[in-house]
């Protein structure tokens, strides 16, 4: 497990303690979830959701009802980087 890895795509500054006591425990985590891997889902019928018939069929239209929102100052004051009055974010393609 990169841990730094982890950390960098996170925007999080990292000590190399943090990354030792951190990398036992993420391995932990993910070693839990593994053994999802070991049940038998042959049988199991998928989650009622997504585009599914059932997903499909479910009711999940709203009425569009302009809300209050943050002024463009204000959400870019939270950012990392703005420019030009909008948001930049790293290239990733």
């Known amino acids: 497990m990169d841990v730094k890895k982890v950390a960098k795509l996170a925007h999080l500054e990292i000590t190399d303690e943090e990354v030792a006591l951190y ?4 391995a932990e985590i993910v ?3 593994e053994q999802l891997n070991e049940l038998d889902t ?3 019928e998928p989650m009622l959701g997504g585009l599914t018939d059932e997903g499909m069929d479910t009711d999940a239209d ?6 209050a929102s943050f002024e463009q100052e204000q959400a870019l004051g939270e950012a990392p ?3 030009a009055g909008h948001f930049q974010v790293p290239k990733v393609l």
């Open 42 to 44: 042959d049988h199991i």
């Open 62 to 67: 709203r009425d569009d009802i302009v809300k």
């Open 81 to 83: 980087v703005g420019v």
């Open 31 to 33: 070693s839990y979830i």
């Open 23 to 26: 990398t036992p425990q993420m």
